[in-house]
């Protein structure tokens, strides 16, 4: 599963209404990891990228068409 570029994924958290410290909990990582993310600044890596793509692709599936 390809991971989304930061923007894109940080779009898709804003718009399914949950904040970096949800998506953080959900992962099992620090809220500073997620904005990290976001930010271009690090990729997650391994396991973690692919629970992230999953929640990512998840996320995206549940919002509504504009």
Avoid: H, K
């Avoid at 898709?12 to 904040?19: H, Y």
């Amino acid at each position: 599963m390809q991971l989304l570029d930061p923007s894109t994924a940080r779009r898709i958290r804003e718009r399914s209404g949950l904040t970096q410290v949800r998506v953080a909990a959900e992962l099992d990582v620090t809220p500073y990891t997620v904005q990290r993310w976001e930010s271009g600044t690090s990729r997650p890596r391994g396991g973690m990228r692919l629970r992230y793509a999953r929640l990512l692709a998840s996320l995206n599936a549940a919002i509504p068409a504009e």
